[in-house]
């Protein structure tokens, strides 16, 4: 039998909907052999999550993923087999929680010029674990019935650009990257095709991560189809950088999207986990 591996997901220590706990007993129902667990800017999860996973025989990975800027976009950089409690990696995660509540104070400020108040203090509430995301607040706008869906909350009033965007310039790209290389971690480009780039600036972008030391892509994620993969097999092969997959699970209501429902790697790339092994 093929073995399942997933290297991407999130936890309610991000904006995922299942604790670390409830998320490694999906990883162990869905046959999963390795999972990592990275949250958005936060190592809060892996603890628990790692205990669970030790009970459950699922080989556990530390990871992140960190929110980092490349020019004028955000991009996601995930990190794997870190060492969660290093210093680098404490202080940028610090460092982004700070920039993660300034931003949330102005997106409150936004949405209560709409005519919905109070959201920070719904938000704060429902926040576990520092990391505040755009979900938390779409989760608001739902459940106070502003919304009736979270893609509705991002398509009305979260989305880049929309009513209550607040832009926000994340930790420069090479600054995710040393963070992560410093704890001892492999740094890798999350879901490279979402950001929508032309094939000139991809390869722009993964010469500058190339470059700061960067040393996977993900090739398969989620809901790729088999010319993505293709694609993003060859810049692997082309920047002599590893391949990772990963499914990018949030919640089990986002039933396009099952952790460990990810295609094999395919045969002609390096897997990032050999990077370690
Ligand atoms: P943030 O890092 O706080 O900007 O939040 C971004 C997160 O919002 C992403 O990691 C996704 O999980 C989620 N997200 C972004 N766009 C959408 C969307 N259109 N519908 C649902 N979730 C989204
Ligand atoms: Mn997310
Ligand atoms: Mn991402
Ligand atoms: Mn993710």
């Known amino acids: 039998m093929t073995q399942i591996y997933d290297l991407h997901c999130h936890s309610t220590a991000s904006d995922g909907a299942l604790s670390p706990t409830a998320l490694i007993k999906r990883a162990a129902e869905n046959a999963i052999s390795m999972l990592a667990l990275t949250d958005h800017d936060t190592v809060a999860g892996l603890t628990e999550a790692k205990k669970c996973a030790d009970e459950l025989n699922i080989n556990f990975i530390n990871g992140i993923e960190i929110s980092a800027q490349w020019e004028k976009i955000g991009v996601h950089i995930v990190g794997l087999n870190i060492d969660p409690q290093h210093d680098a990696l404490q202080k940028l995660m610090a460092e982004l929680h700070i920039m993660r509540i300034e931003r949330a104070e102005k997106i409150a400020q936004k949405l209560a010029k709409k005519g919905i108040p109070d959201a920070l203090e719904f938000v704060q509430k429902t926040v576990t674990n520092e990391t505040i995301t755009r979900v938390h607040f779409a989760n608001f706008l739902v459940s106070q019935a502003y919304v009736s869906t979270v893609s509705e909350a991002f398509d009305r009033y979260l989305g880049d650009g929309k009513s209550a965007y607040v832009s926000t310039t994340w930790t ?28 000139t600036r991809m390869k722009k972008l993964l010469g500058a991560f190339k470059n700061a030391g960067g040393l996977a892509i993900e090739v398969v994620t989620g809901r790729y189809n088999p010319d993505e993969m293709r694609i993003l097999a060859n810049y692997a092969n082309q920047f002599e950088l590893a391949a990772s997959v990963g499914s990018d699970f949030h919640s089990p209501e986002n039933v396009w999207i099952e952790l460990g429902r990810v295609a094999p790697l395919p045969n002609n790339v390096k897997p990032v986990w050999e990077l370690w092994q």
């Open 172 to 199: 420069p790209l090479e600054n995710a990257i040393q963070a992560i290389r410093d704890a001892g971690g492999i740094p890798i480009v999350a879901h490279p095709l979402r950001y929508k780039l032309t094939a």
